[in-house]
C-alpha cells in the first residue's frame, strides 16, 4: 500500500469511528454452538468448543446495526477474478482494491481475539494462510497477535499477487512469507504445515470440496480458522455497488501505475463491474453459521473440537462468519519452520 493510501485509509477509520460511536445499541440472539457433555462453562461464547454430539443454546450478544435475514438458500456460482483465463494484472487489481476495502474497516481488530485465543488451544506458533488474494488482513493483523507471542506467517494462493506478496514481505520485519508458485488449498503440501487460516475465500468452495478443505486439516493435527466477511443477507447484496465505486476512487492508491489498469478501471470499467458482479456472488455463494456446522458435524471431523458463530466490532459496520476448529492438546502436530516454496526477498528489493 503506498503512503498515500495509507494516509486516507487512517482519515476513513477516524471518520467511521466518530460516526459509529454515536449509534444505540441492542441484542440480537446468536446460535452458539457449544458440547452437551463437559462443557466448559467459564468460558466466553466465542470460546465454546463442540464435541460431535451438541446442542445449540442461544446467547444474547451486543448489537448495533439491524441484522436481516437470510434471503434465499446458497448457490454455487463461478466468480470472475477466480478464473484461470482472467488476466493476472486485472485480478491483482480486484484483489488489491477488495483488500484496502476491508481494511478500511478495521476487521483485524475483530479477528484478533478469537483468532488468538483458536492459535492458543491448537498450541501454534506458525500460520499458513490459504487463499490470501492480497495478503488478507495479515500486515495488520500479525502484529496485533505478536503482541504476546512470536508468530510465524505463510501466504499462500492458487494465483499468487506475487508483487503484493513482496510488498507485504518487505514491511513485516521477517515475521510474514510467501509461497510465490500456486498453492491449492484442497491439496496442501506437507512442507506448509501450521495452523490454517482463510479469509474471506471459504465461500468459493462449494460443500463437498469445503469438508476436504476441513479434513485434511483434521487428517494432519491442524487446526483452521475460517473468518468471512461476504453474508446472504438483504443488507450485505445491496452494499456490493459500494465495491465498484470503491474501485473508481481507492485504484490510484494500492497498485503501482499501469496505464492498462488506468484503462481498465476508468475508461473501460472492467474493474469495477467484475469487483460488483463479484461481490455478489461472494454474497450469495457464503455459508450461515448453521450450515458450517452442519460441515462440521460428521464423524470424520470429531477429533478436533469446533466453534462456530457470529462477531462484530463495537465501531464496525461489518459482521464476521467464523468457523474454530483445533485438535485435543494431545494429538496436536508440531509445526515446522520449513517453507520451501517461499518468495525470497533480499534487502536491496524492499529498497526499491
Request: hydrophobic share 40%; proline share 8%.
Amino acid at each position: 500500500m503506498t503512503p498515500r493510501g495509507r494516509t486516507l485509509q487512517a482519515k476513513f477509520r477516524q471518520s467511521t469511528t466518530v460516526l459509529f460511536d454515536k449509534v444505540i445499541s441492542a441484542n440480537i440472539q446468536i446460535p452458539i454452538l457449544t458440547c452437551t457433555a463437559k462443557t466448559s462453562h467459564h468460558l466466553q461464547p466465542h470460546q465454546a468448543f463442540a464435541a460431535p454430539e451438541c446442542s445449540i443454546p442461544i446467547i444474547s450478544l451486543p448489537k448495533y446495526f439491524p441484522d436481516t435475514a437470510t434471503v434465499m438458500p446458497r448457490l454455487d456460482l463461478a466468480e470472475i477474478h477466480e478464473q484461470s483465463w482472467f488476466p493476472s494484472t486485472l485480478r491483482d487489481a480486484v484483489t488489491d482494491v477488495l483488500q484496502f476495502l476491508l481494511n478500511w474497516t478495521g476487521y483485524e481488530q475483530t479477528v484478533a481475539p478469537v483468532l488468538r485465543d483458536a492459535l492458543d488451544r491448537a498450541q501454534a506458533s506458525r500460520v499458513v494462510d490459504l487463499c490470501s488474494g492480497g495478503g488478507g488482513p495479515w500486515p495488520n493483523l500479525v502484529q496485533l497477535l505478536s503482541k504476546e507471542r512470536n508468530i510465524g506467517v505463510c501466504l499462500t494462493d492458487k494465483f499468487p499477487n506475487v508483487e503484493t506478496f513482496r510488498r507485504i514481505l518487505c514491511s513485516s520485519r521477517g515475521q510474514i512469507k510467501a509461497a510465490i508458485g500456486p498453492v491449492d488449498a484442497e491439496s496442501l503440501p506437507v512442507e506448509f504445515s501450521g495452523f490454517r487460516t482463510l479469509f474471506n475465500s471459504f465461500h468459493h468452495f462449494e460443500p463437498s470440496r469445503a469438508r476436504a478443505i476441513l479434513q485434511d486439516a483434521v487428517e494432519r493435527g491442524q487446526g483452521v480458522g475460517i473468518f468471512e466477511v461476504p453474508r446472504r443477507a438483504f443488507a450485505a447484496i445491496c452494499a456490493t455497488p459500494l465495491m465498484a465505486l470503491g474501485a473508481l476512487f481507492v485504484t490510484p492508491f494500492t497498485c503501482r501505475f499501469d496505464w492498462r489498469l488506468l484503462v481498465c478501471t476508468y475508461l473501460i470499467p472492467v474493474v469495477p463491474i467484475v469487483l460488483w458482479i463479484d461481490g455478489l456472488l461472494s454474497c450469495l455463494r457464503s455459508y450461515t453459521p448453521d450450515e458450517l456446522r452442519q460441515l462440521c458435524d460428521t464423524p470424520d471431523l470429531c477429533s478436533h473440537r469446533w466453534s462456530v458463530g457470529t462477531i462484530r466490532h463495537r465501531f464496525s459496520p461489518v459482521t464476521i462468519t467464523y468457523l474454530i476448529g483445533h485438535p485435543n492438546p494431545t494429538a496436536v502436530t508440531p509445526a515446522t519452520d520449513d517453507c520451501t516454496a517461499a518468495l525470497k526477498v533480499l534487502p536491496q528489493d524492499c529498497a526499491a
